[in-house]
């Protein structure tokens, strides 16, 4: 066979545009198993202070915040998700076409490029391999704004977590305990920042 | 590189053999193309695996004008045969492909709309190109479950998919059969393993023993001329099929 390397090229680039949609889908799911577990730590919460009566009930009021704060978060992320899901459909026509386009056009260079139709072929590929970077390209400022939105929210839930802390102090003999529960809501919401902040860097399409 | 060689040529009736490709990677089985061309419209006969579509249409090109493909015929659903497919549309998306009926749900997953199909239905069937009236001759189970062979009757060419292949080394270059003892001994093994019914074969043998046929052109391997053809025929119909070894 004539020069197969470009095929190659093709291949590599379309993996790497997968493989982006992997990571993002990796983050979300990291993120919603977190919101899972806030939302147990929560109940968990609910329940210790209930048992230190009037002296947490201010860190019972923010529990029960914390866990509608985690129910939030998986609505979220589960949209997140929808919309990557759609994406991989969309990533997967731009590698189809750009591959097509390419082994074409190495087709047509073997040719020569006085080859009847080429052009026409040429035009019609970019034209459709535009139409779909474009929906691609719409998709990802849905995501970036979906995720600025989610940020917002856990913004909230880390002045959630600090308020715990403080009020845990309040807590009497309980005061360890809820402390203890205050500090891993932090730890886990620092963590869901994180992902976030990889998710926000993540491009579904190079500019 | 792939090279298309004229194989039939009758005023503006043509048979291109895009055939033997010694540059191939060696990892991937060799292929024969076929075109028939009849005025204006051009049928492609197999037209092969991605891989191997830009020498495909470059040896086609260098021949015929690609924006005269009418239609591919595919004899079966296989990758080497036909997963090219999604690039010869991208090239001209109004191109029909005709596969048996068997298959017409399963190709489009290497490209293609639901118009793009023409279903042939199991006792085969007439295909038009340019005022000539290609056969359609089932092969089914050699080896595919839906197989169709094609005929020519003006050239009196069989393209015969499948059937008669020979898996040759990589001296024996020729475009043609010319030692039929020898080189059917490269074609032993593959017809033992790969055709899978004895009935189906002797149901084809004596099919197209009624056929007059001038040039018997394989999807793999040389092409069988005059004498040869029914040679084939014959040692086809002798041979113990469907066997892993023997």
């Known amino acids: 066979m004539n020069a197969p390397q470009p095929n190659l090229h093709v291949k590599a680039r379309g993996s790497s545009e997968l493989a982006r949609i992997v990571r993002v889908n990796e983050e979300i799911k990291a993120i919603v198993a977190t919101a899972f577990r806030i939302n147990l730590m929560a109940l968990n919460a609910i329940f210790l202070a209930k048992r230190a009566g009037n002296a947490a009930l201010g860190f019972g009021v923010l529990s029960n915040e914390l866990r509608r704060f985690a129910q939030d978060l998986t609505r979220n992320m589960s949209s997140l998700r929808d919309m990557t899901s759609g994406s991989v459909g969309s ?3 731009v590698v189809q076409y750009q591959r097509n386009s390419a082994i074409l056009a190495e087709a047509i260079r073997l040719s020569g490029e006085g080859v009847p139709g080429a052009r026409e072929a040429r035009r019609r590929g970019a034209a459709r391999l535009s139409a779909q970077q474009g929906k691609l390209r719409a998709l990802d400022i849905r995501l970036r704004s979906a995720v600025e939105e989610t940020q ?21 003999t309980f005061s360890p305990a809820l402390m203890q529960v205050s500090t891993d809501f932090a730890e886990v919401i620092a963590q869901i920042k994180r992902s976030l902040e990889i998710l926000g860097k993540e491009r579904l399409v190079k500019d | 590189m792939k090279q298309a060689h004229c194989i039939f040529e009758e005023d503006d009736h043509r048979w291109l053999a895009i055939a033997r490709d010694p540059s191939k990677p060696g990892h991937i089985i060799d292929t024969n193309e076929y075109v028939v061309v009849k005025g ?12 191997i579509f830009p020498s495909v249409f470059s040896a ?3 021949e015929c004008d690609p924006t005269r493909l009418a239609g591919i015929f595919s004899s079966h659903q296989d990758p080497d045969i036909i997963s090219s497919l999604a690039l010869w549309l991208e090239f001209k998306p109004e191109l029909k492909c005709y596969i048996s009926w068997l298959w017409q749900s399963f190709l489009p997953h290497f490209g293609g709309e639901e118009s793009t199909f023409v279903p042939i239905p199991d006792p085969g069937m007439t295909i038009s190109l340019g005022g000539l009236e290609l056969q359609a001759i089932p092969a089914h189970y050699l080896h595919s479950s839906g197989n169709f062979h094609l005929y020519d009757p003006k050239a009196k060419i069989l393209f015969s998919g499948d059937v008669g292949a020979a898996l040759l080394p990589a001296d024996h270059n020729g475009l043609y059969v010319e030692d039929f003892g020898r080189h059917i001994r490269h074609a032993e093994a593959f017809h033992k393993r790969w055709m899978g019914s004895d009935k189906a074969k002797r149901d084809w043998c004596e099919r197209v023993s009624r056929l007059e046929i001038d040039m018997m052109v394989p999807q793999h391997g040389a092409i069988y001329r005059g004498a040869d053809v029914q040679r084939f025929i014959n040692w086809f119909s002798a041979l113990e099929v469907g066997v892993l070894r023997s």
């Open chain 2, 40 to 51: 204006k419209e051009a049928l492609l006969c197999d037209p092969g695996g991605i891989e």
């Open chain 2, 60 to 62: 086609l090109s260098a």
């Open chain 1, 91 to 93: 990533v997967t026509g």
């Open chain 1, 152 to 172: 917002q929210l856990v913004e909230l839930g880390g002045v959630l977590a600090r308020s715990a802390k403080i009020e845990a102090a309040y807590g009497g």
